[in-house]
């Protein structure tokens, strides 16, 4: 998908020139071939820059081109419940353009923002501006994904006291997994940012990043952001790996206990049976002839099994 947005009278507007738009936003969300040639032809940048944010696979990492800038960063997105991933989303500069691509619509770049009502940043004039508010608000996902997974961690938590269940565990294993993907796509994102912190103060470049007010503070408010959401996931990934450590060995731990039981009880129900099945033998046996015989066999029975149960007891197999 192919739109391109341009801000009017302190609106963003969808633009539908078929030519070039200067100071505009080109938002590319899984394009086509035909989509990709298109842009490359009327803006000059390279389409392998275009499509290097549609390989999923994709690092963190700038490239500088003659008539553009790539900044190539990820941002988290959610596959279901409790299963978070990372897709890689491409902001190039051009001197007159921004051009956005990902594979998928995020809410960092939504479409539905035309109108009076779109965020102030979304200002397609302001390129360096609207590039690192763009980067601020990945580090803010970051955050909230991150502070979701805590909750959703002490959930099951609650849910793990109670009963252990095995896809109590899974789900678990599905945030930690999460949080992997997060710390190698945080840590990644650091280096973008930090790179682009020392080429504002590249003069060569001013006609891709040209210095704007404030927007200093914006990158280094960037930073920080995602260098507390990197600090954030890897205590939580932490917690989570103990976590999962702890109710693996409670649930194995509940297994023993029920084996050793159902051990005990095949003890003692063996005891009366093993007894009965000498008796029961087609040989001679004492009170053979006597009316309690019967009675002497289950007192024997009963005793010799209350013995076990008190050994078994005292070794704490109950």
């Not at 389409?47 to 290097?52: G, P, T, V």
């Not at 789900?171 to 945080?186: N, W």
């Not at 914006?218 to 205590?235: F, G």
Request: glycine share 6%.
């Amino acid at each position: 998908m192919l739109t391109v947005y341009k801000r009017f009278d302190h609106q963003l507007q969808i633009v539908t020139d078929s030519g070039p738009v200067p100071r505009s936003w080109i938002r590319m969300v899984n394009p086509t071939s035909e989509e990709i040639s298109t842009v490359s032809t009327s803006t000059g940048v390279p389409e392998d820059l275009l499509r290097a944010a549609l390989d999923s696979e994709e690092r963190s990492r700038i490239e500088i081109e003659d008539n553009c800038l790539l900044v190539l960063t990820n941002f988290p997105v959610l596959r279901g419940p409790d299963m978070y991933d990372t897709l890689p989303l491409g902001i190039i500069l051009t001197p007159d353009q921004v051009i956005t691509v990902s594979l998928e619509e995020t809410e960092i770049l939504p479409g539905n923002i035309v109108g009076p009502g779109a965020p102030a940043y979304y200002n397609t004039g302001k390129r360096t501006r609207f590039l690192f508010q763009i980067l601020y608000k990945t580090a803010k996902v970051y955050l909230r994904f991150i502070h979701q997974i805590n909750r959703q961690t002490d959930e099951i938590e609650r849910h793990l006291r109670k009963s252990m269940n095995n896809a109590e565990v899974f789900r678990l294993f599905d945030m930690e997994k999460g949080l992997t993907y997060f710390t190698v796509a945080l840590r990644s994102n650091g280096l973008v940012l930090e790179r682009l912190l020392r080429l504002r103060k590249n003069s060569a470049l001013q006609h891709l990043l040209p210095q704007y007010e404030e927007d200093e503070d914006i990158l280094e408010d960037a930073i920080i952001e995602n260098r507390q959401a990197l600090e954030m996931v890897q205590m939580y990934s932490d917690i989570l790996s103990g976590m999962m450590d702890a109710f693996t060995s409670v649930i194995s731990n509940n297994l023993n206990q029920v084996m050793k039981l159902l051990a005990s009880v095949t003890i003692l129900l063996s005891i009366p049976t093993m007894i009965a099945s000498f008796w029961g033998m087609n040989v001679g046996v004492p009170f053979l002839d006597q009316q309690v015989g019967f009675w002497y066999v289950l007192l024997c029975s009963m005793s010799l099994t209350g013995v076990a149960g008190y050994v078994l007891w005292k070794k704490r197999m109950f």
